[in-house]
């Protein structure tokens, strides 16, 4: 693997080198490296970097393509501008909001996500079983219960948990990772509503049910839908405060798909009595957050680092696809000038 320089040590190596091989800069987590290197071999030299503004910035100064399986640093126009080699970049995840893609489009540069990509990505359930943990913490006020005994307390009828047998869960987007939570759903005995107009077909484990419904019927209500245009703000403060008395909200898609002061006021108000955050709207800086600050002293909200679909196991099948279509790009394109 080769080792980050400075740039304009690398931009000197390049012009030494007369036709270098294509440098790919990753950036993501260290267990998906080997996975990597063995697909790209001698095709392109690896430059790994860990998630850090300029360490990123001064290794895509040089790069011909960026791999990005982190999703913590966000690639700005200016980081853009600034790498005149750039040919490709791939995010070995479904959405990719914290890149200017407009900044990439007005250089011809293709942003390659896994959206679309079903033949890796269903057979991938670590977003789905991350959001059932979520779903059945807050059933079972887990996070209250730990902390109540780690105070040295034994006192059960404080935390009295959900049965999910015979509730209705309500998925919101129906697609690989919606349906993998019907499936969970239905094994705990659950009843299944769905809600996703762009479902061609539906799993007999759902049913069809237009959103106003499926708000007011679901004990659970989940969300699995990718960051759009058309979706942001898909969950509104209407769609809040149709819920359901004492519902439980998950999201584990992206923050800005929901109105987050609106489902505060419903927490605030019992009309969530729970929720299980995996993303936030501005992560990774979340100490401004308003939901982030009132989880502080509110266990009935748990919040984890956007921790889905990190699974080792998935990470090396994702970033080992992204570096094929990578190389795939890099061969069918000439060289930047």
């Not at 992560?283 to 002293?297: F, H, K, M, V």
Request: glycine share 8%.
């Amino acid at each position: 693997m080769m080792v980050p320089r400075p740039g304009p040590a690398r931009e000197n190596e390049r012009s030494a080198r007369g036709t270098p091989a294509p440098v790919i800069v990753y950036c993501g987590p260290s267990e998906a490296v080997e996975a990597l290197t063995e697909v790209v071999g001698p095709a392109a030299g690896v430059v790994a970097v860990p998630p850090e503004d300029a360490r990123v910035a001064e290794a895509l100064a040089a790069a011909d393509a960026y791999l990005d399986a982190s999703m913590k640093v966000r690639i700005t126009k200016a980081v853009i501008d600034a790498a005149p080699h750039l040919r490709v970049v791939a995010v070995a995840a479904t959405g990719a909001d914290h890149v200017d893609a407009a900044a990439l489009a007005a250089r011809g540069i293709p942003l390659l996500t896994l959206r679309g990509q079903t033949e890796v990505l269903r057979g991938l359930t670590p977003a789905a079983e991350h959001s059932w943990l979520l779903l059945m913490a807050c059933a079972r006020q887990l996070t209250a219960a730990r902390e109540h005994v780690r105070g040295g307390r034994w006192n059960r009828l404080e935390f009295p948990g959900i049965m999910l047998k015979g509730r209705t869960l309500g998925i919101v987007g129906c697609g690989r990772i919606g349906q993998w939570m019907a499936r969970y759903g239905s094994a705990f005995g659950m009843r299944c509503i769905g809600y996703d107009p762009g479902l061609p077909v539906w799993p007999e484990m759902i049913t069809p049910t237009p959103l106003d419904s499926l708000l007011t019927e679901a004990d659970f209500v989940t969300l699995h839908v990718p960051l759009t245009d058309a979706t942001v703000g898909l969950l509104d403060r209407a769609c809040f405060q149709r819920m359901k008395r004492g519902s439980v909200f998950v999201n584990t898609s992206r923050g800005d798909l929901i109105d987050e002061t609106a489902l505060l006021d419903a927490l605030k108000d019992g009309r969530v009595v729970a929720a299980g955050l995996d993303v936030l709207r501005g992560e990774p800086e979340i100490t401004a957050n308003p939901l982030w600050q009132y989880a502080r002293d509110h266990p009935n909200v748990i919040i984890t680092p956007h921790i889905g679909g990190f699974s080792p196991d998935a990470v090396r099948v994702v970033v080992a696809h992204s570096a094929r279509r990578i190389l795939d790009h890099l061969a069918s394109a000439s060289p930047a000038s």
